[in-house]
């Protein structure tokens, strides 16, 4: 192709210092903040003599929907995953993190991400740029848990499930709503996947000949493990998944615990719906006893 060239020029990027910032202009400011962590994207900077700002609307902070405890393989390397995951939030601040502990995996972190593929991007910065060997938990999903006495807490690990069940009125458990592009071929295998992870069937759309849109909704944790990977094989890989939180809904979930010589490994354990409690255990033991060594237990 040939265009006629109207103008070069140079872009110059440089400080220029001024006495205040308007309406529409892209500055900088210049303070002295000792922790990163302080100023967050979306935050609204006001003059501390200003007696009640108020933020500018819009900006909520990010949310986490996926949970993975994060155990360093030698015990020794905890300091240095704990100095890993502070220099990653410095450049990315939707990764959450606080210490946790474990009696089979002992010190570590429960970290929280937005999804899946931003679990798998820290798991490999944090194994490639600081030469990690970590251990993720299976990732988990944020559950809020009604009390008898109306107190409603948020439960994003098995282990923090209160355990006198008499206590808990219900369990709610995060809904999406899903959208499946794929051509009309392979209708019915997405059908049969959806609805096996409890997913509920919506509306379809046609945007193109041979080309449907499936709308669903299906809880998160249906969705969190294996189920891109299983749409994508079922659909010779031509199926593409977008989806977005819907609401939190009550359901039968109950803790899953797995017990070795007796003794509940938390990190095993798993909170599932009633009806796959039973299929989900049988299939974590039958896969555990090939993996531990026999023992005189």
Not at 64 to 82: C, H, N, Q, R, W
Not at 162 to 174: A, H, L, M, T
């Amino acid at each position: 192709r040939r265009y006629e060239v109207l103008e070069v020029g140079v872009l110059r990027l440089r400080f220029d210092p001024a006495e205040e910032l308007a309406a529409g202009d892209v500055g900088y400011i210049m303070a002295n903040v000792k922790v990163v962590s302080d100023a967050r994207v979306g935050d609204t900077v006001a003059s501390a003599d200003q007696a009640d700002p108020t933020p500018l609307p819009g900006f909520r902070p990010v949310k986490s929907m996926v949970f993975s405890g994060l155990y360093p393989i030698e015990a020794e390397d905890y300091g240095v995953l704990k100095e890993s995951l502070e220099k990653l939030q410095l450049n990315d601040a939707s990764l959450t993190y606080e210490p946790e502990t474990s009696m089979a995996l002992g010190f570590g972190f429960r970290c929280g991400f937005l999804g899946l593929l931003h679990m798998e991007i820290i798991q490999e910065r944090i194994e490639r740029e600081y030469l990690l060997d970590v251990l993720f938990t299976a990732p988990s999903v944020e559950y809020a848990v009604l009390m008898m006495d109306d107190r409603i807490i948020q439960v994003n690990s098995p282990a923090e499930l209160p355990g006198d069940e008499s206590q808990i009125v219900e369990i709610r458990e995060p809904w999406m709503t899903i959208e499946i592009i794929t051509p009309t071929d392979y209708y019915g295998p997405i059908m049969e996947l959806v609805t096996k992870r409890r997913g509920i069937y919506k509306s379809q759309e046609y945007p193109a000949p041979h080309r449907v849109q499936l709308n669903f909704e299906i809880p998160l944790s249906e969705i969190i493990v294996d189920f891109f990977d299983d749409l994508k094989s079922r659909t010779k890989g031509y199926a593409s998944l977008d989806y977005q939180f819907l609401e939190y809904r009550p359901d039968e979930l109950q803790k899953l615990e797995i017990l070795v010589n007796g003794d509940a490994v938390d990190a095993l354990a798993a909170i599932v719906h009633k009806k796959d409690a039973f299929y989900k255990g049988q299939r974590m033991i039958t896969k555990l006893k090939g993996i531990i060594p026999r023992q005189l237990f």
